[in-house]
């Protein structure tokens, strides 16, 4: 499902930024921290919810067209299970409306889009980029219909990754970081052995993306672990 590179990178750009969504979030954090330099510098724009509000359609689409970016890198979303399942209406708008509207945005401009590997089921395992997904509950059903909408387009790109650990601004995205916490005040938490995931460092999956992005590859990847680890094992 992907294409091959031609070999380019995309040139940077100084009077066109990269835009980073979700920068205040654990993968986004290290997307800022890690932005190639030197010869591959960016510009980058890092937007938190308080520097942009992505469900305010209309100031997106000002501030897009007053300062065109030339690759736009989105992972903003509500990405907790429960949150998810708490707020459909807002989870659906930002998951997936807030999608289509900055893929629609970036037609002509190379876009990434970070994706799960809860679109899956967790039937069959070890799941490679052309394996059909089945999502069992609300977060895994938005992130799908997101990635569809953003395939759509040749130029744009879907990274699906697992969960992420790592360090972050509010010290609490990480699942090494919530565990912590937990821990901390003395509280317990439920440790499935049934449920398997592929842990990787957040700073791996930035790695990934800019990796991919500055060599113009296009469709969809998987980027996670190489260590298959249950809840209980991973804790």
């Known amino acids: 499902m992907a294409t091959s590179p031609d070999g380019s990178l995309i040139e940077p750009d100084s009077k066109?930024?990269?835009w980073i969504t979700g920068a205040g979030g654990l993968i986004g954090n290290y997307l800022v921290r890690s932005a190639p330099k030197g010869a591959l510098g960016w510009q980058v724009r890092a937007l938190t919810r308080a520097q942009l509000d992505l469900l305010d359609f209309d100031a997106v689409r000002r501030e897009f067209q007053k300062d065109p970016p030339k690759l736009v890198i989105h992972g903003a979303a509500v990405t907790d299970v429960s949150r998810a399942?708490?707020?459909p209406a807002l989870t659906r708008r930002l998951n997936v409306e807030v999608t289509r509207l900055l893929a629609?945005?970036?037609a002509e401009i190379p876009f990434v889009f970070l994706s799960t590997d809860l679109v899956f089921d967790g039937q069959k395992g070890n799941y490679t980029e052309t394996d059909p997904v089945n999502p069992l509950h609300l977060y895994g059903e938005t992130k799908a219909a997101a990635?569809?909408?953003v395939l759509q387009n040749?130029?744009?790109l879907v990274l699906r990754t697992s969960i992420n650990g790592g360090i972050s601004s509010g010290g609490n995205r990480g699942f090494n970081e919530q565990l912590r916490r937990v821990w901390k005040a003395g509280q317990k938490t439920r440790l499935f052995t049934d449920e398997f995931r592929?842990?990787?460092f957040a700073g791996e999956t930035a790695r990934a993306v800019w990796e991919l992005a500055t060599q113009h590859r296009t469709g969809l990847f998987h980027a996670a672990g190489a260590e298959k680890l249950s809840r209980w094992q991973t804790g």
């Open 16 to 18: 066109s930024p990269v």
């Open 85 to 87: 399942r708490a707020n």
């Open 104 to 106: 629609e945005l970036s």
């Open 147 to 149: 990635e569809q909408i």
């Open 154 to 156: 040749p130029r744009h």
């Open 198 to 200: 592929c842990p990787i």
